[in-house]
């Protein structure tokens, strides 16, 4: 499976973005899908998932401000990033869960740089 996220780039704190991952067609369109960031010098962690059938779960640091959604047809998955802060700062990546939060399923694909300017 590969795992292509797009849609970061360069904000003031404040701002938004909404980027986006496609997963190849090999993926299974029922799985739970989940947001991670990577910023440097940290480990990677979990910022968002979204199962098949909707239910969501947020990481304390970014909830009420992002939101993930998902378009099985498209195989894709979207998180809107609003009210960035500086400490938003990461490469976000996109994966299915394999069983529970924070459990990868598929290697890691490319990532998409957010840089949050204060």
């Known amino acids: 499976v590969q795992l292509q996220a797009s849609g970061g780039g360069l904000v003031q704190a404040g701002g938004s973005l909404g980027p986006s991952c496609v997963a190849s067609?090999?993926?299974?369109?029922?799985?739970?899908w989940a947001w991670y960031r990577q910023a440097p010098g940290n480990q990677r962690e979990l910022v968002a998932g979204?199962?098949?059938?909707?239910?969501?779960k947020y990481a304390d640091s970014v909830k009420g401000r992002f939101t993930i959604s998902r378009d099985n047809a498209k195989n894709t998955v979207y998180l809107q990033m609003n009210s960035l802060k500086p400490e938003d700062t990461a490469v976000y990546y996109c994966?299915?869960?394999?069983?529970?939060?924070?459990?990868?399923?598929?290697?890691w694909g490319q990532g998409t740089q957010v840089t949050v300017s204060s």
């Open positions: 994966n299915a869960e394999r069983s529970g939060w924070g459990t990868p399923k598929y290697g």
């Open positions: 067609r090999s993926a299974s369109r029922s799985n739970t």
């Open positions: 979204i199962t098949y059938m909707g239910s969501t």
